[in-house]
């Protein structure tokens, strides 16, 4: 099956849609005329915080679960991820009835923890540092036979992630922007090519953290940049661009809108004071750029009427409020 | 327009429903496979804390609002309500073009205050007791000649309060039961009319807390008793029963479910963590009614499977969590 020149395409999103529909929420898009007013725009939210799981990657993780033949994974699955990718690979491996090998840093919180073992994920701990964790996985996955399943770096995870534009999309026909998230890129990757392949037309933006601002460097220089650290509370966009995501960034993404902290918490507050959703800082950052002088200030996007903002994840501690 | 035995009937919340479509969000249902499995039953999660202005109430007061002639609404409406019932009326006069006069006893919390002036709401203060309350208010009406709106004891607010059964049973068509929050009995009242109007087999059940059980005790009675204190977390939901709204909870409401505050606080933190939506106490009742042991050992109730909450407001102080 050729892909063309990335990893994944709409067809494979579409096929992605056909094999995940019946386990994945169909998560609905709210409104809010107050945010509307502040934004300038009108917004609509689509709430992947009520996805399984509590985050978007239930859609990504699914797909690749069940793509695979039985005999492939009939040893279980693996992953070196403590978020909210190594949850939604255990219910997704719980569903498909294999095991799922979680690798996690022994300094992951509690509640990451929990949540993982809330969908049978086998916790296996590491060192902190990603040399012992990527070295537990191989190990694991030698002794075991279980396939590793990348959090983000992957044709299958962003097919699976590609699907929320497809439902976007039907849900909010006038949508002629959307904003999303980065980390690793596979769901701003994903939601790229479906949504330019239905409607090249459509401004599609990435939304990253000051305090991990890969992607909008990667942008800049026209090719991977790496940190040597980050620094943000959004600890789901801690990640990097791939050699998988990056070119459909690279190529599809419109531009990266970078936040401070300050912002991100700020929108976290409209979200639960307002929309009454609650958020991981994560997903809050869709708000809080297009709440940015950056995108309020660009005339060229004066055009941006009616934006649609992903909602990535619910998973936060309630201590953290 | 004869309503038959009740202030309210199928074709007033339908004619209702025509007046205030245009006005008011139609709020999504969500669900959560981890909660069906906890309650062992199919949950439906009606999301009215994503209604305008924060709560179902909107329904109510916009119903009024706009029921009203141009003639006798002139001058403004007016309420004796710190709570939901207050900014709905504010939204729903603001809508109108009219002003909305609201009397907040002054030991009312700052968050409440600032909600009414949200929607333009004009704050009067009485002192805390009800007879200071309604004297500021038929003050209020002598002079400027608003017209008095009720928070629950009416059947323009039941009738638009019923709309939410019209987009439950359409929405989640499934459902046999419906868990509603009582307290001044507007909402359950509306909503138990309209659903037994479409399928009188329907079970439709109050959620009361145990610190202001008038409308338990009302039903054992056979009439209306009030309570000298109430004594909940659940603050908006410390109204008692009215002439207007007993006689449908009497006769068309099968029974009231009653709940400590302990009950409402988990049922508040699954809400939190699970469904990723920001409740009030008030709202999180159904779900503590739905989990308690009330609910789960009754014999009579084991064919409850598609079990409806009307999840009623999202108006909490973060502080609370």
């Not at 296996?124 to 036979?145: C, D, H, P, Y």
């Not at 396939?147 to 002629?176: F, V």
């Not at 620094?231 to 531009?255: C, Q």
Request: glycine fraction near 8%.
């Amino acid at each position: 099956m050729s892909k063309g020149k990335y990893a994944a395409d709409i067809s494979s999103i579409q096929e992605a849609y056909t094999r995940i529909k019946s386990y994945v929420i169909k998560t609905p898009i709210i409104s809010s005329t107050s945010l509307d007013d502040i934004s300038r725009r009108q917004l609509y939210f689509k709430c992947e915080n009520f996805q399984k799981s509590g985050a978007f990657k239930f859609r990504g993780a699914c797909n690749a679960v069940f793509s695979l033949p039985d005999e492939a994974i009939s040893k279980g699955v693996i992953t070196h991820s403590s978020g909210n990718h190594a949850a939604a690979l255990s219910l997704a491996a719980k569903l498909r009835g294999v095991p799922a090998y979680i690798v996690v840093p022994n300094n992951a919180p509690t509640c990451k923890v929990e949540n993982i073992k809330r969908y049978d994920g086998r916790v296996n701990f590491s060192e902190t540092n990603m040399r012992s964790r990527i070295e537990v996985a191989n190990k694991l996955r030698q002794e075991i036979g279980a396939i590793l399943i990348p959090s983000s770096n992957d044709g299958r995870i962003m097919s699976g992630q590609g699907t929320i534009s497809l439902e976007i999309l039907e849900q909010a026909p006038k949508i002629d922007t959307i904003v999303v998230p980065i980390s690793g890129g596979g769901m701003l990757a994903g939601v790229a090519l479906a949504a330019k392949a239905i409607n090249p037309a459509i401004r599609i933006l990435g939304a990253e953290p000051k305090g991990a601002d890969d992607a909008a460097r990667s942008k800049a220089a026209g090719r991977i940049i790496t940190l040597r650290e980050t620094d943000t509370i959004a600890d789901g966009l801690r990640a990097f661009l791939g050699d998988v995501t990056w070119p459909v960034v690279r190529d599809l993404v419109d531009d990266i809108i970078v936040v401070e902290d300050t912002e991100i918490i700020k929108a976290m507050k409209l979200c639960f004071n307002i929309l009454k959703i609650v958020v991981e800082p994560s997903a809050a950052i869709g708000l809080a750029a297009v709440l940015s002088n950056t995108f309020q200030k660009n005339p060229a996007w004066k055009d941006s009427k009616h934006v649609g903002i992903v909602v990535s994840g619910g998973n936060v501690d309630m201590n953290l409020f």
